[in-house]
């Protein structure tokens, strides 16, 4: 599936099932509290804590909640998320062309 395809997905289920959509604003805390939720899974996964008891990892799925969300967000707002990530490439690329490369931080973790 492609970004515009799921933006177009989200939008039907959207205004089928959800009724309308949340307030902006209320998306955009439910996006902090998706990711607060990832954050955790995070941690306990690759990080110093332990699941407690009955947890399990769920990685994919909160990750798939951070991007629904933030799809709704792009369709509230109308941001075409594909001409954005695009955008982001164009200026990522001619930013840090060299930066990452050139960086001795980074050098020294291929060692």
């Not at 990711?35 to 899974?41: D, I, K, N, T, Y």
């Not at 990750?63 to 001409?83: E, P, R």
Request: proline residues 0%; aromatic residues 8%; negative net charge.
């Amino acid at each position: 599936m492609t970004i515009k395809e799921a933006q177009t997905r989200v939008d039907a289920w959207i205004k089928e099932y959800g009724v309308r959509y949340f307030s902006e604003l209320t998306n955009m805390a439910c996006l902090t509290e998706e990711v607060g939720e990832l954050a955790r899974v995070m941690a306990r996964q690759y990080g110093d804590q332990s699941f407690k008891e009955g947890e399990k990892s769920n990685l994919s799925e909160e990750m798939a909640d951070v991007l629904w969300v933030l799809i709704c967000l792009a369709n509230q707002t109308g941001v075409d998320l594909t001409k954005a990530l695009e955008a982001s490439f164009e200026k990522k690329t001619k930013r840090d062309a060299r930066r990452h490369k050139e960086n001795t931080k980074l050098k020294a973790h291929e060692e």
